[in-house]
């Protein structure tokens, strides 16, 4: 035995890394993506949002396609449909922005909001609030910080408009793309089969899930409107787009579009109108968004509550505000990518709401047969 041979450590038969090591690693490397994800907001939200409406967009090309019309007009059309949608996003962002913006200066200019707020500071002194408490609210709905508020929603609306001009380029491309993809089974069919399917499943439910929470947000944005218009609560078309808009948004997108027609209520028709405000979008937004909307997505969003809300508040640090509208199929990508794949994962795709996920039946043992032993008659 040599010198070397006692020094030398031999070496471990165990090359691989350690289950502590690896979810290290792990967390690392998400650490990164999230980071530059975050980094590059500005452009991976309008992408993110192109593609949304690309794939929401792309079954217009399906009767073309079977008439046996160039791949170019289903593109165009495509591509048309999306501008409309872009267009009437737009839209209903300025005008709401713009009548926001009046209603404010409006009820600063006159005093109102003054006079209600001192109101509702001496309720807080006898109801037995703190002096900051009192400071906090006297500070939030002060008429300079409404004015600043305004401002800030002036400069949230040009930079969804400068993302909007981004997002109609993309569209161009990726619809035009889109085509050759619809060519992938075809192709890749035999060897790429289960990629496909997956890719194809996460498209039908993300266009399911927008299709079906634009058809319920436009019913409560036309009930919740008229109810505003009838107990006289100012600017109820702009309440009924923030409650089309905010439907979007799991779990506290109704939270979300309560809170200010809520605020303006109390301002210009003290309890009684505010409780009627609360009244009115409770029993609107129970009855549709709780009891009837979840029958027709709970198919296509396999999501657990906890994941749903926790979402929402990850992509809206990551990418911003947009991000809590795309959190639902973000996190649907993301699970796609990296549990589908994976079959040791199946437990975790469990855990996030994957009804599909379960573990294959048990193989059934194998049944031993005894066989009788044959007796010779001098055996007997």
């Known amino acids: 035995m040599s010198f070397d041979s006692l020094v030398r450590p031999e070496p471990s038969s165990d090359r691989g890394l350690s289950s502590s090591l690896r979810v290290l690693l792990t967390l690392a490397a998400a650490v990164i ?12 939200g309008p992408i993110a949002l192109a593609i949304v409406i690309v794939v929401i967009c ?20 495509v591509i048309a449909l999306a501008y409309v949608i872009l267009l009437a996003m737009g839209a209903l962002l300025w005008f709401a922005g713009n009548q926001f913006a009046r209603l404010v200066v409006d009820l600063t200019s006159d005093g109102q909001v003054t006079r209600q707020l001192d109101v509702f500071v001496s309720w807080l002194d006898d109801v037995g609030f703190g002096q900051e408490a009192t400071d906090a609210v006297t500070s939030l709905l002060a008429p300079a910080n409404l ?4 401002q800030s929603v002036g400069g949230t609306v040009i930079a969804v408009a400068t993302a909007l001009f981004f997002v109609f380029a993309y569209i161009i491309f990726m619809a035009v793309d889109a085509a050759r993809y619809r060519q992938a089974p075809a192709v890749f069919g035999a060897t790429r089969s ?3 399917g997956r890719i194809t499943v996460l498209n039908r439910g993300i ?9 319920f947000g436009a019913v409560v944005a036309i009930i919740d409107g ?11 078309v702009v309440w009924a787009i923030l409650a089309f808009v905010t439907n979007f948004i799991p779990n506290v997108g109704f939270i979300l579009g309560l809170v200010p027609p809520a605020i303006l209520a109390y301002a210009v028709g003290d309890w009684p109108l505010l409780l009627g405000v609360i009244a009115v979008y409770c029993v609107v937004n129970v009855v549709l968004q709780v009891l009837v909307q979840p029958k027709f997505v ?5 999501l657990s509550l906890t994941l749903s809300f926790f979402s929402v508040i990850f992509w809206t640090f990551v990418i911003g505000p947009l991000g809590a509208i795309l959190s639902i199929p973000l996190t649907l990508l993301v699970r796609s990518l990296v549990l589908e794949g994976n079959p040791d994962a199946l437990w975790l795709r469990w855990v996030s709401g994957d009804r599909t996920a379960v573990p294959p039946p048990p193989e059934p043992e194998p049944v031993l047969v005894r066989r009788r032993r044959r007796r010779w008659p001098w055996q007997r």
């Open 33 to 44: 993506v999230i980071a530059g994800l975050s980094f590059a907001r500005e452009v991976v």
């Open 58 to 77: 792309e079954p217009v090309r399906m009767p073309l396609m079977r008439r046996g019309m160039p791949s170019w007009l289903g593109s165009t059309v």
């Open 147 to 150: 004015l600043r508020v305004v």
């Open 194 to 196: 289960h990629v496909i």
């Open 207 to 215: 266009r399911r899930y927008y299709v079906v929470n634009a058809a």
């Open 226 to 236: 008229l109810a505003l218009w009838w107990m006289g609560v100012p600017a109820p």
């Open 298 to 302: 709970s198919d296509a969003v396999d």
